[in-house]
């Protein structure tokens, strides 16, 4: 399967990172290690030649002269890869370990001075050789001259073996590390690519208006979760376009029967079928009334729409308000003996569209009235909740099914169609309250149980 082009950018990505990052770290390494075991031969060949002074000394002090220095020089040179000079109190030489001064070791040729090996040991350039003051009874008996050169002067054939052999492992880890790498990286860009090219297809067919399709993402990361989201993004798509669909029949339907009622009325009238009178004047009128009802539903929803974007805030008595609008309700909570309470436990003032929470309270507690059963209570409790305040508005009555609850904010959805017809609602009531809610800036949320159901409302205190 081809490799999408978003695929193939973080494979590139991914593969330049972590190629760069190993050639930097394996030179790192490699360098580092360089310098470390340059310093730590170093640091051999000092010990070597302080060893290597305490035989001199101790030589010197018992024979009184140089003359056992050619064999420990000797015997020191045929066990160590190692260049030394030894010179007395005069400055002059008196024996050295090799009369190649200037190569790598390749025999050690122990000798006395001659002529030749004296012009060609006073050319040697003394900063490449440490000094180690030679003394009995702590007077100086001479100097004892060791290397300390350049790396490639220190390291032996040995030596250099093993260097060798260490940076070919530091090549082969690293070359081992970017082949893993280039395999990872490319499983993982299939991986998530994958699943993104499933939704994008999946995004064009819903884009054409084709909701028989979902995403089926393995595992539980971030882009299963996108593709679940998805999954339910198209269900509640294809909930909606069925209650869309459903909406406008029944508002169709809605404007269709007043209309047709009148329509009735006005032939009836025309063929002579009934008079007109007071009551056929009556009789349409109310069917009018049903029509610019209907209308200024609708107007609402538009105007709640609209406040999104011209909410206009002030400071007013909230519980004022609340006392207000529930006697509104009086009547007709009488009629079903309903009793309202009222648990206030936060500051009477609150910063919001006045008119704004006075509709969105009115449309709440209309739905309790209506929903609630028989000789009950309606509970509006007002509460504090972080930067909130909360308006819980309770009623005991039928419940609210919970595949019902994620759609009762949209527009035209009616959990009980025959209810709704009957009591001449549209099931935009819920749909203006949202929009009012979170125009300023709070949230609505509805829990429903077989005893209580529950409007809870989040105002924000902010201005």
Not at 98 to 111: E, K, S
Not at 147 to 161: A, H, P, V
Not at 201 to 212: D, F, P, Q
Not at 316 to 332: A, P
């Amino acid at each position: 399967m081809k490799m999408s082009k978003l695929g193939f950018k973080i494979f590139v990505i991914i593969i330049i990172v972590s190629i760069g990052g190993l050639l930097l770290t394996s030179v790192f390494i490699n360098y580092r290690f360089n310098f470390y075991f340059k310093d730590y031969l170093q640091t051999i060949r000092v010990n070597k030649a302080k060893n290597l002074q305490v035989l001199l000394e101790e030589s010197y002090s018992k024979q009184n002269d140089w003359s056992e220095a050619y064999n420990i020089i000797g015997n020191f040179a045929s066990l160590n890869d190692f260049r030394v000079i030894l010179k007395g109190t005069d400055g002059d030489i008196i024996t050295f370990n090799t009369p190649n001064m200037y190569g790598r070791i390749n025999q050690n040729t122990m000798g006395k001075m001659n002529n030749q090996s004296r012009s060609t040991l006073s050319s040697i350039n003394s900063k490449d050789y440490g000094t180690i003051v030679l003394k009995n009874n702590d007077k100086k008996i001479g100097e004892l001259l060791w290397q300390r050169s350049k790396l490639g002067e220190i390291f032996s054939q040995t030596e250099d073996i093993f260097m060798s052999k260490i940076n070919r492992s530091i090549f082969f880890a690293a070359l081992i590390t970017a082949l893993v790498v280039i395999g990872v990286t490319y499983y993982f860009s299939k991986y998530l690519t994958n699943s993104l090219n499933k939704m994008n297809r999946v995004a064009r067919e819903v884009a054409n208006g084709n909701l028989k399709h979902d995403i089926n993402i393995k595992g539980h990361d971030e882009v299963a979760e996108l593709g679940a989201s998805f999954n339910q993004m198209i269900k509640k798509l294809k909930y909606l376009e069925k209650i869309r669909n459903e909406s406008a029949s029944d508002l169709a339907h809605e404007l269709r029967t007043p209309l047709s009622n009148i329509k009735n009325y006005i032939e009836a009238i025309e063929d002579g079928i009934i008079d007109w009178n007071s009551q056929t004047a009556l009789e349409i009128e109310e069917e009018i009334e049903r029509l610019i009802k209907l209308i200024n539903r609708l107007n609402e929803l538009n105007e709640a729409e609209a406040k999104i974007l011209s909410i206009d805030r002030e400071k007013f008595n909230l519980k004022e308000t609340i006392k207000s609008i529930v006697k509104n309700f009086n009547v007709s909570a009488q009629k079903k003996n309903l009793h309202f309470q009222i648990n206030y436990n936060v500051k009477p003032s609150i910063y919001g569209d006045k008119n704004a929470v006075k509709q969105i309270l009115n449309n709440i507690i209309s739905n309790a009235v209506k929903y609630s059963l028989e000789n009950k209570q309606i509970v509006i409790d007002v509460d504090n909740h972080k930067n909130n305040c909360v308006i819980a508005i309770s009623n005991m009555g039928p419940k609210i099914k919970n595949k019902d609850i994620p759609y009762l904010f949209e527009r035209f959805y009616r959990t009980d169609k025959s209810r709704e017809n009957k009591d001449g609602g549209l099931g935009i009531g819920l749909t203006i309250t949202r929009n009012l809610v979170e125009a300023h800036g709070g949230k609505i949320e509805v829990k429903s149980d077989d005893k209580l159901t529950s409007f809870i409302v989040y105002l924000p205190y902010r201005k």
